[in-house]
């Protein structure tokens, strides 16, 4: 079983729609809890940070963590279609490393 | 602000040739650098990590090797390539250990 797991869809959606991109894991040492967008051919860039349950709002993106459940969360509001791309949680222990999800393809249809 | 630079952007080598792919940061000082791979359709792969002058971890043993010459350099290095070594090679840093890190565009790598 990976320490992460993301669903690498692609997940389609209209414009305007909410969309709910989400990751599970498995080790309760995961404090820190990030998203990235990646644009194809363009390296990671950091979208939200969290580091306690519950959720944070930045815009059109909020981001939950569910420690409990071991289960993370980005939703985006009206998206559009600039929102198209690939999206990766990161989960890191307070150590040099980060975890990656494979990332979730997400395409927003004009 | 900080910004973190990559370079080349894309790179095609024969395989057995020398590789050199460089990463610079400005805008902070002592950060922690860190090398990863993506290959297609899979995650990234933390290659090595730096978190100080001359101060390398290696966290897959492979055909691949880090430096850091100076506070804000950090150069990825191959004697001889090998068809496996192709990917989308991408550098990062951070504040310090546990903090978001920040990635730079990337250099994609084909090996012929």
């Known amino acids: 079983q990976k320490e992460v797991e993301q669903d690498p869809g692609p997940l389609s959606v209209p414009e305007g729609a909410i969309v709910s991109l989400n990751c599970t894991y498995s080790n309760s040492a995961f404090q820190y809890f990030m998203w990235y967008r990646q644009y194809s051919r363009k390296g990671p860039e950091l979208l939200m940070y969290?580091?306690?349950?519950g959720n944070k709002e930045d815009g059109r993106f909020t981001a939950q963590v569910d420690k409990s459940s071991k289960y993370i969360s980005l939703f985006i509001r009206d998206s559009q279609p600039s929102d198209s791309a690939t999206y990766l949680c990161?989960?890191?222990?307070?150590?040099?490393?980060?975890?990656f999800g494979g990332g979730t393809r997400l395409m927003v249809k004009p | 602000s900080q910004t973190i630079h990559q370079w080349p952007a894309t790179l095609v080598q024969p395989v057995g040739s020398p590789l050199s792919l460089e990463c610079t940061v400005e805008g902070t000082s002592n950060p922690n650098l860190y090398w990863y791979r993506q290959a297609a359709g899979r995650g990234l792969q933390l290659l090595f990590y730096s978190v100080g002058i001359g101060q390398i971890s290696s966290e897959v043993p492979q055909n691949l090797s880090a430096s850091r010459p100076q506070d804000r350099q950090f150069i990825l290095s191959s004697k001889k390539l090998l068809l496996s070594d192709s990917g989308f090679y991408l550098c990062?840093?951070?504040?310090?250990?546990?903090?978001?890190?920040?990635f730079g565009d990337g250099t994609r790598l084909s090996i012929l």
């Open positions: 969290t580091y306690s349950s």
């Open positions: 990062a840093w951070s504040p310090t250990q546990g903090q978001p890190q920040h």
């Open positions: 990161a989960l890191n222990n307070a150590g040099n490393m980060l975890t």
